[in-house]
Structure formats: C-alpha cells, structure tokens
C-alpha cells in the first residue's frame, strides 16, 4: 500500500458527459501529479500541484482540469468525454517538488462507451 | 527534452532464467533514476532507485546501477519467479521540479 487513495477504482459514462476522479496523497505529501495511462500512448504525466499551486503541465488536453485543495486532496475533472478518453488514471504524489520518490496510486479505470 | 528508451517487450523467460532489461536515458544534469513495477491489474509501485553516478538500487532481487558514462540504469535479476511477471517501467526525474519522465515500459512473462 503506497498511501496513496484513489476513488472510484472503475467508472463507466458515456460520451460527452462529465466525471471527476479524486486523490488523496500520502500524509504529509505535498506534491500531487496525475498520469494517464492507455493502450497506445503508455504512461503520460498530465498536471502537478505543489501545496494547492499548479507546478508543471504535461500533455492535459483542454477538456481536463484539476485542483488541488487546501487539505492536500486533488480532484481531476474530465469533460466532454470521447472514446479516446477511456484510460487508467493515476494519481501520486511526493514530499517535495520533483526530487523525491513518487508514489502512485492504484489508479481509476475509466471506460468511455 | 529528457526522455528514456527502454527494450521493447515482450520478454518472455522460464523460471529461474537471469533478467535484463535495457534502460538507457537523456537527461541533462543529474537526474534520478527509477525502475516501477505494474503487477497485473494493479498500479504502479516503486521497485528500486538511484540518485547519483554508480549507485546501486536493490529491492526483492532486482538490481540496477546509475551508470553515468554509458547513460545506462539496466535492471537484473539473477534468477526470476513466475511472480515476478509483470511490466517494468524505467524512470527519471530530471533536474529540477520536473516530474518523472517514464519510458514504454517492458512486459515481463515468467513461464514455469
């Protein structure tokens, strides 16, 4: 167990709609980073908070957004879903800005139908 | 940019086989190295690291060493176990705040 909790574990929404997936990182933690993990593109990093500011943007389409809040948790908004959406999403997160050891989540299975 | 080329996979080996698999990276500074494990239907887990030149990570029998002049973080394992199939990713976290930089990732199947 890496600390890191990630809710739902599975999700399935149709195209078009909306759905949020939330983190917590591990106690103490202060960086959040999302990653997007699918068949054809392999592991890519989205979006990384340090201490509720964004830090470093990847490869996150306009449609996603995320925040990361006051108590430390970070929620990754996905809209205006398409097929090509359908992915594992993780989470992670370390004690500083990038140096240290990242520890991921198990992740939440998206499925777009 | 800083990236990481790991060997393409399938990798298929019988039990008790020696494991190899190639890692090598572009970074600029001193960036620190990772290898991740993603068991079956599970997210991913840190297996080992090293933060500067010649250091040796080791965890569960796996071992990879920093190798500065060849750019090189090859992960071994003298004898696998059909448990240790799974897909490995190497990593890097580049100088700075930038978050870790994975490579494709290898799948390992372990046959009895």
């Known amino acids: 167990d890496s600390g890191v909790t990630q809710t739902p574990k599975h999700l399935i929404t149709a195209t078009g709609q909306r759905v949020t997936l939330r983190c917590s990182p591990r106690?103490?933690?202060?960086?959040v980073y999302w990653y997007q993990q699918s068949l054809d593109q392999g592991l890519q990093f989205l979006i990384q908070y340090y201490n509720g500011e964004e830090r470093a943007k990847g490869n996150i389409l306009e449609r996603f957004s995320a925040q990361q809040f006051p108590d430390l948790h970070s929620e990754l908004n996905l809209s205006s879903l398409e097929l090509g959406d359908s992915a594992l999403y993780f989470c992670?997160?370390?004690?500083?800005?990038?140096?240290?050891?990242?520890?991921f989540g198990e992740g939440s299975w998206l499925t777009v139908v | 940019g800083d990236s990481v080329t790991q060997m393409e996979g399938p990798v298929t080996l019988s039990e008790e086989a020696f494991l190899t698999i190639n890692c090598t990276y572009t970074?600029?500074?001193?960036?620190?190295l990772f290898w991740y494990v993603q068991y079956p239907g599970e997210g991913l887990q840190l297996l080992l690291k090293a933060t500067k030149a010649d250091d040796k990570g080791s965890n569960k029998g796996f071992e990879a060493t920093y190798r500065k002049e060849t750019t090189s973080f090859h992960l071994e394992k003298g004898s696998v176990q059909v448990s240790d199939s799974a897909v490995y990713f190497c990593?890097?976290?580049?100088?700075?705040?930038?978050?870790?930089?994975f490579g494709k990732g290898t799948r390992l199947s372990v046959i009895a």
């Open positions: 990593a890097l976290t580049p100088s700075g705040n930038t978050p870790l930089v």
């Open positions: 992670a997160s370390s004690a500083d800005r990038g140096r240290d050891t990242i520890y």
């Open positions: 106690s103490g933690d202060l960086s």
């Open positions: 970074a600029t500074g001193y960036p620190s």
